[in-house]
Each structure stands twice: as structure tokens, then as C-alpha cells.
């Protein structure tokens, strides 16, 4: 089977809808979102909380605030420069799933970046009894990419840190379609509005749901 790619002409339908009629999805979702930096997953990751209660774990967020973890990278000799495969990632994330209501499930951003955070993305699904991974790529070309972040302008945005976040979104998502059956991988237009992506996203677990 091929990887389901959503186009935003399936949200057509949906248009008259609106968002505020969302309800709880009814089911413990464990969705991977991914895509490169300025491709929008911030403000879908709001969506996913406000209209379906799921909180979002950010990867970046969980490095920022836990610095003992880079620490533990150099102690181990693995190249700082790329924290998101830290060992001790997968302990944040196991730890901060054990605080958060899970309830309607929950969003990982930045995980996983490796199999082995993958195999431990399947353990920790058996044990806060979350449904498989459903990943939810926003696809947005390179060149997109840099001229959101070119507009932004960010200290943080130089030409050369953007580089390096688009190469290791593609190698992350690599490793996800490798890691993934292609059948629970979404692909969604993230070049679209905000709001026209949300609606996407809706259609995915509404989909989600009938199985």
C-alpha cells in the first residue's frame, strides 16, 4: 500500500463544519508528528489540544528544560550537535507521559529521531495503553521552508542552522518511513493555511476512527 498522502481538496467537505464542533476523539491516540522547522506542527499541536484535549510532547522543549540531558550526551561521547538522539531523551518522554492525562492520547514532536527511540515509542504505547502511532508528516518543500524562517528572522535562524534542522528532519523521517508501515503514515499539504491544515488533520482521525 502505498503512503496516503491527504490532499486538502478531501477537506473540502468539511469546510462547513467548522472547528468548534470537535469532539474527544474517543480513543488514546498516539500520534507522531513530524516535519521540518516553520512547517506549522506548533500550531497544529494547539489545535490537537484545544480540539481534542491531546496534549503535545516537544522534544526540543523537553531538552531546553532538563539541560542534565545534554550533559549526559557528552558524558557518553554522542555528538551534541544532535541532541534529539540522546539515550536519556527516551526517559524524558517516559517521564513526562506519567504526568500528562492521557486520556484522549497524546502528541510526540522530535520522537522518535532513532529506532532505538522507536522500539521504546512501542513500549511505552503498551504501557499508558495508547493505540498504535498514527504519523502525521507535514510536508512543506526545503525552499518553503527557508523563506518562513527567513521571514521570521530569529537569532536562531541563521542559513546554516536552518540547514542543519532540514537535514535532520529528512533524516529522521527516513528513519520513520523505514520504521513505519506505510499504511499509518499520513502525508498532509503544510503548505496550506493553518486553519485549511487543521481540517486535514481532522479528516485523519475521524478516518483513524473507524477502524
Not at 125 to 144: E, G, N, R, W, Y
Amino acid at each position: 500500500m502505498c503512503t496516503r498522502r491527504v490532499l486538502l481538496l478531501l477537506t473540502a467537505s468539511l469546510a462547513g463544519l467548522g472547528l468548534a464542533s470537535a469532539q474527544a476523539p474517543g480513543r488514546r491516540f498516539l500520534i507522531v508528528l513530524i516535519g521540518p522547522t516553520g512547517s506549522g506542527k506548533t500550531t497544529q499541536s494547539e489545535f490537537l489540544k484545544k480540539e481534542y484535549s491531546i496534549p503535545t510532547v516537544n522534544i526540543d522543549d523537553l531538552i531546553r528544560d532538563n539541560p542534565e540531558a545534554l550533559a549526559k550526551y557528552n558524558e557518553q561521547g554522542i555528538d551534541p550537535g544532535v541532541p534529539q538522539g540522546n539515550p536519556a531523551i527516551s526517559e524524558l518522554v517516559a517521564d513526562r507521559l506519567s504526568k500528562l492525562d492521557l486520556s484522549n492520547g497524546v502528541a510526540l514532536d522530535g520522537y522518535p529521531a532513532t529506532k532505538d527511540q522507536a522500539d521504546h515509542l512501542a513500549s511505552l504505547a503498551k504501557k499508558f495503553s495508547l493505540a498504535a502511532p498514527v504519523v502525521i508528516q507535514l510536508d512543506v518543500p526545503d525552499a518553503v521552508v527557508r523563506e518562513r524562517l527567513r521571514k521570521r528572522a530569529r537569532e536562531d535562524d541563521s542559513p546554516e542552522q536552518i540547514e542543519a534542522r532540514l537535514k535532520e528532519y529528512h533524516r529522521e523521517f527516513d528513519m520513520v518511513r523505514a520504521y513505519y508501515p506505510k499504511a499509518d503514515i499520513w502525508t498532509v499539504d503544510g503548505t496550506g493555511t493553518p486553519l485549511e491544515v487543521s481540517k486535514t488533520i481532522r479528516a485523519i482521525l475521524e478516518d483513524e476512527l473507524k477502524k
